[in-house]
Structure formats: C-alpha cells, structure tokens
C-alpha cells in the first residue's frame, strides 16, 4: 500500500522559513517523479512544484520560484520543500504527490498524479 504522509507545516511570520518533508512507502521512490501542490481556502488546488526521478530536474510555479526550492533524497524515500521569504499567500494546506514516471519525466497537472498525502497546513501571519 502506497503512503505518502507530509510533516514540517506550522505556523510562521512573513519573512520565515518552513521545510516541508514527504516521506513515501509502499513503492520504489525512485522510479516516481513527486509534486507539490497546495490549497488554500475556498480555491482550488494549485500547483507548486515538481521534480523528476533522480532530482535533477525541477519545475516551480511563477509565484514560488526563487523562494521555494525542492529537493530528493531517494534512499530515504523523502522530498522535500525548503520554503523561505514566505508571504501570507502563501497560507495554505500543502500537499505532495507522486507518479511512476521515465527518467526525465516531471510533471505540473495534479491529473497526472497518482498519489497523494493528506497534506500539511502551512499558515503565514502579516
């Protein structure tokens, strides 16, 4: 069975920093390209970021690039999300995702994904 179970979320002033971790089980984590997506209240779920297989190729959405950086270690089965300079916009419930994927596969649609964390609420106050 396929788990996926977000940590790091909390509470921070505008300026912080949060690191967000994705630990994964249940599948070889390897061979999956993972994504990170948030929700914020009363919108739909947007993208964030993505990274393929070996971690070598990243992809951030407009808003976040610059501030927020993704990485992978795959013998610990884990992604993470280095988040700094957060803005209150930045307020939301962040989750992550993943996809069997070929090497250079990475991926911005949440329709591409085939599993998924319960999330972690990151809240950043003014």
């Known amino acids: 069975q396929v788990q996926l179970v977000e940590s790091g979320g909390g509470l921070v002033q505008a300026g912080g920093s949060l690191r967000l971790s994705c630990a994964a089980s249940?599948?070889?984590?390897?061979?999956?390209?993972m994504g990170w997506f948030r929700q914020a209240p009363g919108k739909e779920r947007e993208f964030v970021s993505a990274?393929?297989?070996?971690?070598?190729?990243?992809y951030y959405a407009d808003s976040v690039n610059g501030r927020l950086t993704v990485s992978r270690d795959n013998a610990k089965g884990t992604v993470y999300l280095q988040m700094n300079s957060l803005k209150p916009e930045d307020t939301a419930v962040y989750y992550c995702?993943?996809?069997?994927?070929?090497?250079?596969?990475?991926?911005?649609?949440?329709?591409?994904?085939?599993?998924w964390g319960q999330g972690t609420q990151v809240t950043v106050s003014s």
């Open positions: 995702a993943a996809v069997w994927s070929t090497e250079w596969g990475i991926y911005r649609l949440s329709r591409e994904y085939n599993y």
């Open positions: 249940g599948l070889r984590f390897s061979n999956y390209a």
């Open positions: 990274i393929n297989r070996s971690g070598g190729t990243t």
